[in-house]
């Protein structure tokens, strides 16, 4: 079977059309699962991809793992898969589940050597899990590249003046895949604030709680008209203290979040992070004086939907 | 360590201020450019304990060494690039790791009254606590370490080296010495040691106390005054213009030699108002013997759609300063009669400039040769 009653319920008909076309609503599709937890330090690989076949499945409409990859990505295009690995092993993006994913791209018809893992350095990489490879399915850092991986293009975007990696400008197409972690300085960091894992001068834009730069970056066509998925890996949840691994305000979460919305996405993890933070008698994100307002102001800008009467989110 | 022989600059001939114009240009740059290599991954840089900043609870940190004051988290970086914060300590990623060594003269940092015609051994690190969208520099001042190619150079290897290139002064210049603090400071007290100034070509973007210890140190600083709006601070530069003004406080209360330079951009920050309010406050607060200069500006960076500085606009500045009661302002990056240093007693052309090339017609001493008028600044 594939999906539970819930999401049974809530699940879109088999059309080819995208369900958020049709409802106007952006989708979420959340999988919380004992298995999805982490064994040492990784997601179950067959967890991994059950859940996220199922999440895409949802997303698309299809009934089946290949069409509903393929219903995002088509063959021809280079994809890239922007992982999230600055904390180290403890809390990066998961092996298990970004294996999950360059096997959907595979299943999608998309050949290898158009699939590019990838992360601001290869360093950061290894100490992820992740072992560096140059040619065929790459999996290496920007910084492996010529010039240190920026070549010397300004783009702006807002108040965002950057030079990205010559990776978002090699592929058609972007995956993030963000771990569900609370920020000190942005409050969350998730789908969005990945993409300053793409730019030469992050650093420069962390004031105000990176409002609005993380939204003026994300409206670049760079990343707009490039990121189609945001898969969020919330294995292990850090809901304080973040984003570097801090056990004691770290929850075995067991989830992963699914969206074409990175907006939404982000929307949606917030909240997650609000939650435990009550349970852990923390303040929420806004009482502490980290309230994520840049989520709110890239749904100004049109870059996706951060009202809960605009998302439509189904547990799987 | 053993000292090196004694470099000081000289009193200097006319001859010897003609020299060298061209030096500059014969010295090949060691380097100036974004890494070009294909396996940076193995160029983590070197990292040595910050000397200003606190540690907070939960492996924080918080930095004392730049108005911006960074609260840093585990792994993060302060908004410099070059600060990061490992398990609640925090490290410079760029001691000893220049990006950048050349051979300049001190007019073109621009320093006039100090050592006119003496070669600087110019070095920069990566990374700078503003994110001017002006910036000639952008190419090393907004990158991270590991974006740049780097050689190590120790301040032993920089006094070294400054005294095998006969280079009399050491320039932290280029980008912004306050984020290489530690090695600036270092390379500043051994210098002392071995009679070779050093001197900072800087934004004023620095907390008192770190300011203060260098200028203990330094033999002169060049101050960057952007703007004279928080404006324009906060929209081109990502900083505040309070503290810059506060560090010429602070420098004119400490008697190190020091001067002001102003690029003026057209539409941005060279109206009448605003140029006259500055000047205004510099004669007040800085007295008139601080040397001024305008400079004019060169489409460059995030602002290619601006034309470069109406030589106009930049002869009205001067005037203004003039008027103000600044004794000694300068036209830079434009050939005109501006660029040279005249007495203000009796008028006389005392160091007549071409480009970097300096012509002592003039002085004597630290005097005018003519009326005997003390002309302020370090020239012998």
């Given at each position: ?13 088999l059309?080819?059309?995208?369900p ?37 499945q ?27 690995c ?7 993006s ?6 999950a ?25 290894e ?11 790459r ?149 502490a004086g ?27 | ?13 006319r ?17 100036l450019?974004?890494?070009a ?33 960074c ?9 410099c ?28 940092k ?25 910036c ?45 603090y530690?090695?600036m ?6 210098g ?53 003004l ?52 060169a ?23 003039l ?21 203000p ?15 002592n ?20």
């Amino acid at each position: 079977m594939l999906f539970s009653g819930a999401a049974l319920a809530a699940a879109p008909h088999l059309s080819a059309l995208p369900p958020e076309a049709e409802t106007e609503k952006s989708l979420v599709v959340q999988a919380i699962s004992p298995q999805l937890r982490r064994s040492e330090n990784d997601i179950p690989h067959t967890a991994a991809r059950e859940y996220l076949n199922r999440s895409l499945q949802v997303l698309t409409g299809r009934n089946d793992p290949a069409a509903a990859w393929g219903a995002l990505f088509s063959r021809q295009e280079i994809v890239g898969i922007k992982l999230s690995c600055l904390p180290g092993r403890m809390l990066s993006s998961s092996p298990g589940l970004t294996a999950a994913i360059v096997e959907g791209l595979l299943a999608a018809g998309i050949e290898k050597k158009n699939i590019i893992v990838w992360e601001r350095s290869s360093r950061e990489l290894e100490n992820a899990g992740y072992e560096i490879s140059r040619t065929g399915l790459r999996t290496m850092g920007s910084d492996e590249l010529a010039g240190g991986g920026y070549g010397s293009r300004i783009a702006s975007a807002g108040s965002v003046g950057t030079i990205f990696s010559a990776i978002m400008e090699e592929i058609d197409a972007l995956i993030s895949v963000p771990v569900l972690k609370d920020h000190d300085l942005a409050g969350v960091s998730l789908a969005m604030k990945n993409m300053y894992g793409a730019i030469f001068n992050p650093n420069k834009f962390h004031a105000n709680r990176c409002d609005p730069y993380v939204a003026d970056l994300c409206s670049h066509p760079l990343v707009r008209g490039k990121l189609r998925l945001s898969v969020c890996d919330a294995s292990r949840v850090q809901f304080h203290n973040g984003p570097a691994f801090s056990p004691r305000y770290a929850r075995e979460f067991g989830g992963l979040l699914v969206s074409r919305d990175p907006v939404a996405l982000d929307f949606c993890g917030w909240g997650i992070i609000d939650s435990l933070r009550r349970e852990a008698g923390l303040p929420a994100l806004a009482a502490a004086g980290r309230e994520p307002s840049y989520i709110r102001t890239a749904a100004r800008l049109g870059l996706g939907r951060a009202d809960e009467r605009q998302i439509r989110k189904i547990n799987l | 360590m053993k000292p090196l022989p004694n470099l000081s600059p000289s009193p200097r001939s006319r001859r010897v201020f003609i020299r060298n114009a061209g030096r500059a240009v014969l010295a090949a740059p060691l380097l100036l450019q974004p890494w070009a290599g294909t396996a940076a991954a193995e160029a983590r840089p070197q990292a040595r304990e910050a000397r200003y900043y606190e540690k907070k609870p939960e492996k924080k940190v918080a930095c004392q060494l730049c108005p911006h004051q960074c609260q840093v988290a585990d792994l993060e970086r302060g908004s410099c690039g070059v600060r990061e914060n490992r398990g609640g300590t925090y490290y410079t990623l760029v001691y000893g790791q220049p990006c950048a060594v050349h051979i300049d003269p001190i007019e073109k940092k621009p320093l006039f009254h100090y050592f006119p015609g003496s070669q600087a051994y110019s070095l920069a690190t990566a990374g700078c606590n503003f994110s001017c969208r002006f910036c000639q520099n952008w190419e090393i001042s907004q990158r991270r370490p590991e974006q740049v190619q780097s050689v190590r150079m120790l301040p032993e290897e920089v006094i070294r080296q400054a005294r095998l290139q006969n280079c009399p002064l050491i320039a932290h210049t280029y980008s912004e010495p306050v984020i290489f603090y530690e090695y600036m400071r270092d390379c500043a007290a051994l210098g002392k040691e071995n009679g070779i100034p050093n001197v900072m070509i800087s934004n004023g973007y620095i907390q008192k106390k770190p300011l203060l210890e260098l200028c203990r140190l330094l033999g002169a600083v060049k101050i960057d005054l952007k703007a004279f709006t928080e404006k324009f601070y906060q929209e081109q530069c990502g900083g505040t213009l309070k503290p810059v003004l506060d560090t010429l406080l602070t420098l004119r209360g400490e008697k190190i030699w020091f001067e002001i330079v102003v690029l003026l951009i057209p539409g941005l920050n060279d109206s009448r108002e605003e140029i006259e309010n500055m000047c205004r406050w510099l004669s007040r607060e800085m007295g008139d013997s601080v040397p001024l200069h305008f400079t004019r500006f060169a489409p460059t960076y995030m602002l290619k759609n601006i034309p470069p500085t109406p030589p106009d606009t930049l002869l009205q500045a001067r005037r203004i300063a003039l008027a103000a009661g600044i004794k000694f302002c300068y036209i830079g990056n434009l050939i005109s009669d501006a660029e040279h240093t005249y007495c203000p007693t009796c008028g006389k052309l005392l160091l007549r400039r071409l480009m970097f090339s300096v012509e002592n017609e003039g002085m004597k001493g630290n005097r005018c040769k003519f009326c005997g008028a003390l002309i302020p600044g370090v020239f012998s």
